[in-house]
């Protein structure tokens, strides 16, 4: 078989991939299994180092799930409704709302944890606990469900559906919670493995809001590089990738446009 | 259905500017009967739609206009308090509920108990001839069967009024043809106060008691299928309604002279005229004993006719058409005659 130009150029885009983006994984997951790092594996396999980072930083952990659970739960509540407006609405207005609201995307999120701070650091209270990081979580990652629910609204004719609903009897929120949220159940889906994924691996914002009391799975990885041998920061991100991996594949799996079934309902009809 | 709903409908002085100041409908007052069946008609664009959302509720009339179900001012009302069926164009069918839910959907919101919404969820999918679908998903489901699911989740809810947006224009025209047939005898059956919305004319004629031609955001005329045919109020009315022909003369003394030749003349009308006449009131003829005479542009082959356009006449060629069997050619001379009491003359 010849080899063109193109083969060679293709081969090598695939190696330099493997090279920064799987070798580096692999080799960081070797370091968190390894006994020693500077012997390299020959030293032996162990889990010593993750359960020591259980023991270190399992509140970390901890923290991660519930900040991105409650990130969730603020911008499944906060996110839908507004993009259920958004979409209804087609004024100047609306559309200004929209942009203003995609806007922590575009800001460096040390820049966003800053301004909280200076606005609401002085609140003590607030300022020590885990809602403070919540808050910005939620800045950064309310976005990312309001533009999947939108999408999901905008490419299907629910003001039809709702007119319809309506014509049955069904008052306003009979529609909004039979009818629309239903039907955009694939866009909050998708919206919420993204909101949680997110959440979970935030280290800008976080590492600014958080103190001592308040750290987050990132912040304690971080913690680990600067302060702890190798192998324990390794088996961290050993960690950090078992709790990640899953909920990266389900927004894979989730993700996928609907298979088009229109076709085969014509087959069926008789 | 035990207690068919026979509902009159008044809309008074119901006009609809939209906020970007376009004028859907001028100041507009319709009567239905109750029980009747009556369809908008006319060119998209006419106001027909916009009519049939302000009965619905989906839009409220500018301020002063009114609607009344029976004696009831439902001005006020939103769609899901005036207990109106809707079948809308593109079936608005929930895609998150199967067959069976959907038509239950009306009752449920109803609160309807649940013996009493078995049965009549029961009754509707035996009408419609959909029982064996009641598990299917929407997206499942063909044109045709969405119609049915659509029809028999609007009639469920035994409304006041039923409100039909061109329901047949999704569907190929087989169909279309089958299924007009279908609800023709469901309308027929039910009795309830339907309005129909349609740009299409056969479907007004089969459906309609009455049919209400629509144009520019105004009736131009309302009346029985027949009387819309052949007695149509002005050239859109006509033209828009089934194909007209018309030509020109000077009618004097009972003959209408063109200069195509003489026709005999019954109307009141005198001096140059302009008069119309429907294609299947033209027959060929010998070319000695003809009222007309002109000559074959084009002749199409229908099968059970054939459509000849016939120049020479009229400023425009006449659509004549003939079951005879012959062939007929393009620069051929014809003489038609034509049945004088079908012609027609309109102020404007």
Not at chain 2, 95 to 118: C, D, F, I, S
Not at chain 2, 285 to 306: P, V
Request: hydrophobic share 45%; with cysteine.
């Amino acid at each position: 078989m010849r080899r063109t130009g193109t083969f060679y150029i293709q081969l090598a885009f695939t190696l330099l991939v493997c090279a920064f983006l799987i070798v580096p994984v692999i080799m960081s997951i070797m370091a968190g299994v390894t006994v020693n790092y500077f012997y390299g594996i020959k030293s032996g396999v162990t889990l010593r180092w993750v359960f020591e980072v259980w023991d270190l930083y399992s509140e970390t952990i901890y923290l991660s799930l519930l900040i991105s659970l409650a990130c969730l739960a603020c911008t499944i509540v906060l996110g839908v409704p507004a993009a259920y407006v958004l979409a209804r609405k087609q004024g100047r207005i609306a559309r200004m709302v929209e942009e203003l609201l995609t806007l922590p995307l575009a800001i460096p999120g040390l820049a966003i944890a800053l301004a909280l701070l200076i606005s609401y650091g002085g609140f003590r209270e607030f300022r020590m606990s885990w809602t403070f990081i919540l808050v910005g979580h939620v800045l950064y990652t309310l976005p990312f469900m309001l533009r999947a629910v939108l999408a999901v609204l905008s490419s299907t004719d629910f003001r039809t559906l709702e007119e319809g609903a309506a014509s049955l009897g069904a008052n306003f929120w009979q529609r909004f919670f039979g009818i629309v949220i239903p039907n955009c159940r694939s866009g909050i889906l998708a919206g919420s493995l993204m909101v949680v994924t997110l959440s979970m691996g935030e280290f800008n914002l976080t590492w600014m809001l958080h103190t001592p009391l308040t750290k987050t799975l990132p912040v304690g990885l971080a913690d680990a590089y600067a302060s702890m041998r190798l192998e324990i920061g390794s088996a961290y991100t050993v960690v950090f990738l078992i709790m990640i991996i899953p909920l990266l594949l389900a927004l894979q799996f989730f993700g996928k446009p609907p298979k088009p079934r229109a076709a085969v309902a014509e087959e069926v009809g008789r | 259905m035990t207690s068919p709903s026979r509902t009159p409908v008044r809309l008074l002085d119901c006009a609809k500017t939209f906020p970007d100041g376009t004028r859907a409908l001028e100041p507009t007052n319709l009567e239905i009967e109750g029980g009747a069946t009556v369809v908008l008609l006319g060119p998209s664009g006419c106001g027909k739609t916009t009519t049939l959302r302000i009965i619905a509720g989906l839009e409220s009339p500018d301020s002063g206009g009114r609607i009344l179900f029976d004696d009831e001012e439902v001005t006020d009302q939103p769609i899901e308090k005036r207990n109106v069926g809707m079948v809308f164009q593109s079936y608005a069918l929930f895609p998150n509920m199967n067959v069976e839910q959907n038509v239950a959907y009306g009752l449920k919101v109803r609160k309807t108990p649940p013996e009493e919404l078995a049965t009549r969820v029961g009754e509707m999918l035996d009408m419609m001839d959909i029982r064996e679908l009641k598990d299917r998903r929407i997206e499942q489901l063909s044109g045709g069967q969405r119609q049915r699911v659509a029809l028999a989740r609007a009639i469920a809810v035994r409304p006041r009024i039923l409100l039909l947006d061109e329901p047949l224009t999704a569907l190929d025209a087989i169909l279309r043809e089958r299924l007009r047939v279908e609800i023709d005898a469901l309308l027929r059956g039910l009795g309830i106060t339907t309005v129909y919305v349609t740009h299409d004319q056969s479907e007004a004629m089969a459906l309609g008691d009455r049919i209400v031609v629509m144009s520019h955001g105004r009736v131009t005329q309302i009346g029985t299928p027949r009387e819309i045919y052949y007695n149509p109020a002005n050239r859109f009315v006509a033209d828009f309604i089934g194909t007209m022909n018309r030509i020109t003369g000077t009618a004097r003394d009972g003959v209408l002279t063109t200069r195509a030749g003489r026709i005999p003349w019954e109307g009141g009308d005198s001096g140059e005229i302009e008069v119309l006449f429907r294609p299947e009131n033209a027959s060929i003829a010998d070319l000695d004993q003809a009222h007309l005479r002109g000559r074959i542009a084009t002749s199409f082959f229908l099968g059970d006719r054939t459509r000849l356009m016939v120049e020479g006449i009229g400023a425009e060629p006449l659509v004549v058409e003939t079951s005879e069997r012959r062939e007929f050619r393009a620069g051929e001379e014809i003489g038609l005659v034509i049945a004088p009491n079908s012609l027609l003359t309109l102020k404007d």
